[in-house]
């Protein structure tokens, strides 16, 4: 199974600001990983697939690179509904397996 | 647009079965396959299992065990049952309609039920 790290395990930032979260993977998944929003109370938010595709309706302000074992999910200036729980997925291999999670916090 | 809703008994005692419900509308369950994905209490979430729209079914090693996925395509839905739930099977429970291939299991999730939430407490 595969195992997903994500860093840091929060992160505060002001409004504006760009924020930059991890996940790394604890083998190569090529560009088989997914990023999620949650907020409290919330279902879960598809936000990005395959690494850099952003899902229907999702921002241009939220951007996803990475392959094989580092991955990165950018929001280059956050908007005040940003400050959420982030968690990465891969979709590389069965079982999908998800990260610890990000929260972003406001500053 | 589809959307997706989790219903059942908030509350199971030690040792008996979990039983849950997702109501899919805005689509059918014979297209795509679809999910149960849980998060415990300050846990990250947990994919459990899923359903294909010819009716197979692929569950998390961890617990095949204990889970059955069903569909009830007369009323769209499908269900999830874990049987012998412990303390660490409280949790919400969510339902999600997979993407990608379901065939070699490069699924991602999208649309999400809102969740349930499930205590186990005698």
């Known amino acids: 199974e595969i195992v997903l790290t994500q860093s840091p395990a929060t992160l505060s930032l002001s409004p504006g600001e760009r924020a930059t979260l991890s996940c790394r993977s604890s083998q190569s998944i090529s560009n088989y990983l997914a990023w999620y929003q949650q907020k409290p109370g919330q279902a879960p938010r598809l936000l990005i697939y395959?690494?850099?595709n952003r899902a229907t309706g999702i921002p241009a302000r939220f951007s996803g690179s990475g392959s094989g074992t580092d991955f990165t999910l950018s929001i280059s200036s956050l908007e005040p509904e940003d400050f959420a729980v982030y968690s990465c997925q891969q979709h590389y291999n069965w079982p999908c397996t998800f990260g610890q999670g990000t929260k972003l916090e406001i500053k | 647009q589809v959307q997706l809703q989790e219903s059942g008994p908030g509350l199971v005692k030690p040792s008996e079965t979990l039983s849950l419900t997702c109501t899919v509308s805005g689509g059918s369950i014979n297209s795509y396959s679809w999910s149960w994905v849980r998060q415990a209490p300050g846990k990250g979430l947990e994919w459990i299992g899923n359903i294909d729209y010819n009716g197979n079914s692929k569950y998390s090693p961890s617990l095949k065990s204990r889970v059955t996925i069903s569909p009830d395509t007369s009323k769209n839905q499908f269900s999830l049952k874990l049987t012998s739930v412990t303390e660490v099977d409280a949790a919400v429970y969510y339902c999600a309609r997979d993407q990608g291939d379901y065939n070699n299991g490069r699924i991602w999730f999208d649309p999400w039920g809102q969740g349930t939430l499930v205590t186990v407490s005698s």
């Open positions: 395959h690494a850099s």
